[in-house]
């Protein structure tokens, strides 16, 4: 007596002998043959017609790639991978054509024996195809002349060999479900194996994914001036692991592609334009007239040199000055435009300044001194009294009678004496 959890036990599968099948496939095949021999003739002729046909296609897609203005488009990715059909999967994807119309009344023993031959050629042909379109799509993005030459281009096998484990995989796995075979446990272990080997090289392939990923979406390209982080610098290689970036300061700087892709990026050569701002610090007794007018000046010094003017006027109460801010646009991306834009606008608001008798502020501080009643006096003596060019008489000192010859100093006795034979 059995219970619901309890598990059939399957009766032994019994495996025929391989020359017993075969003679088996041999008789069913002659005996067909024999009595459909005119439909066989139709089916080999149009299975023929599709091998050529296909043949053709290929041939095209050949012509389609060595042409030189069409070889360097997505169209060329899909040509290339046309082109490495094999002739075996061209017969036998017109023999499974011809047999799925079953004009022919084909056996089941022959119609199964196609089936099986053609699970494993479109499996096979299938990988081929996947490797070709994902390696053509990634030469696609090297090819560009900023990538020319780099490691990236030069790991191409590397690369090749990594896709082709990866799709030849996947088919095997794919072909062997189709005929049948239980893959869970294939790929549970593969599974395993795989996230095994990804973490011991996680470190490797983060920099190698983001190599691809710099190479596919492009945040930037060799020779492109970037800031990242609280560095800036000029991008020299873009490798597989690793990033090399030439200071401004002169010194190359090698970053890995992860840390790099992590980090805010700014790239200065995709700019339109470089902004300039300039801080003017007008002292606090500017007319108030001189203010108003003091932006449209600014607009025309922008202007006269060739900049694109953006804004300027007042922005707040400084310490010791009024602060106008003014804002233009060099021409440009480039960094020594900007430069020379910056310096030449500059000295040209300087020139206008003084020419309007405009002074800037700068940072100042008045000391005040009380007199004992809390009296505000000045910190130091009438000049008048005392001109630069004479040195004034020191003024009598009398000393207390409690407190000579205790502590006054002998110039201090001197004036005391002289006082008391007057």
């Not at 994902?134 to 490691?151: K, L, N, P, Q, V």
């Not at 290689?237 to 980090?263: D, P």
Request: hydrophobic fraction near 45%; aromatic fraction near 8%; charge should be neutral.
């Amino acid at each position: 007596m059995t219970t619901k959890n309890s598990t059939a036990i399957l009766p032994p599968i019994r495996v025929q002998d391989f020359d017993e099948q075969l003679r088996s496939l041999i008789s069913t095949t002659y005996r067909w043959a024999a009595t459909h021999w005119l439909q066989l003739i139709v089916a080999i002729a149009v299975a023929s017609a599709l091998v050529v046909a296909m043949h053709f296609v290929r041939r095209l897609a050949r012509k389609y790639c060595a042409h030189p203005s069409l070889s360097r488009r997505w169209g060329a990715i899909v040509a290339r991978a046309m082109v490495a059909t094999g002739n075996t999967f061209m017969v036998i994807a017109a023999v499974k054509l011809v047999s799925a119309a079953n004009f022919t009344d084909t056996p089941q023993d022959v119609r199964a024996t196609i089936n099986f031959i053609w699970i494993l050629t479109a499996g096979y042909q299938g990988a081929i195809w996947a490797r070709e379109i994902i390696i053509g799509a990634i030469e696609y993005r090297t090819a560009d002349e900023h990538y020319s030459g780099e490691a990236i281009g030069s790991a191409m096998g590397i690369i090749r060999i990594l896709v082709g484990f990866a799709v030849f995989a996947i088919a095997a796995i794919v072909v062997l479900d189709n005929l049948g075979v239980n893959v869970t446990g294939l790929i549970a272990g593969l599974g395993v194996g795989g996230i095994a080997i990804g973490l011991a090289a996680q470190g490797i392939f983060a920099d190698l994914f983001a190599a691809l990923a710099i190479i596919f979406d492009r945040p930037f390209r060799r020779g492109d001036a970037i800031s990242y982080d609280k560095s800036s610098g000029t991008v020299e290689a873009i490798g597989l692991k690793s990033t090399r970036i030439r200071g401004v300061t002169g010194e190359e700087r090698i970053v890995a592609n992860k840390q790099l892709l992590e980090k805010e990026i700014i790239n200065n050569t995709q700019r339109d334009y470089r902004r300039i701002v300039f801080t003017l610090g007008l002292v606090q007794w500017t007319p108030i007239e001189t203010l108003e007018a003091l932006p449209t000046m600014i607009k025309e010094v922008v202007e006269a040199r060739g900049m694109t003017f953006v804004r300027a006027g007042f922005t707040t109460f400084g310490a010791s000055s009024y602060d106008f801010d003014v804002e233009f646009d060099s021409p440009s991306a480039a960094f020594q435009e900007f430069y020379d834009a910056r310096h030449t606008v500059g000295l040209a608001i300087i020139r206008c300044l003084n020419e309007a008798g405009i002074s800037l502020a700068y940072p100042t501080q008045t000391s005040f001194t009380a007199a004992p009643d809390g009296e505000m006096v000045l910190p130091y003596a009438a000049a008048d009294a005392h001109p630069a060019t004479e040195k004034p008489e020191p003024a009598p000192v009398h000393v207390p009678a409690n407190r000579q010859g205790t502590g006054a100093t002998p110039s201090d006795s001197a004036v005391d004496g002289d006082s008391g034979h007057s």
